[in-house]
């Protein structure tokens, strides 16, 4: 088991930063890719970025390419995603997972365990 928990989220403003951390504990952190997904109200749950196992592969959506940039710290078990430039369609409940799939795991089946998310609401 990996137990993962998200900190970070928060009401900003359009156009400024904030990052996100999973922390992460049980089982060996650095055997899994790990990921991030947002899940806004009425969508379905979206991948926004992966990481690979060792921090030097990263994979991220079209939709933040550019903003948005993933990395992990293996030595604090913790994964982070660096949010830029942030939008109001950026608006959802953020969720760290852990994967032992193919690197880049991209869907929700790709991931076994999954944190209980993190709100981040960007107002106009």
């Known amino acids: 088991q990996v137990q993962l928990v998200e900190s970070g989220g928060g009401l900003v403003q359009a156009g400024v930063s904030l990052r996100l951390s999973c922390a992460a504990s049980g089982r060996t952190f650095s055997n899994y890719h790990m990921g991030w997904f947002r899940q806004a109200p009425g969508k379905e749950r979206e991948f926004v970025a992966a990481v690979n196992w060792s921090g030097g592969r990263t994979y991220s959506a079209d939709s933040v390419k550019g903003r948005f940039t993933i990395s992990r710290d293996n030595a604090k078990n913790t994964v982070y995603l660096q949010m830029n430039s942030l939008k109001p369609e950026d608006t959802a409940v953020y969720y760290c997972?852990?994967?032992?799939?193919?690197?880049?795991?991209?869907?929700?089946?790709?991931?076994?365990?999954w944190g209980q998310g993190t709100q981040v609401t960007v107002s106009s």
């Open positions: 997972a852990a994967s032992l799939k193919n690197f880049p795991p991209i869907t929700a089946n790709d991931f076994a365990y």
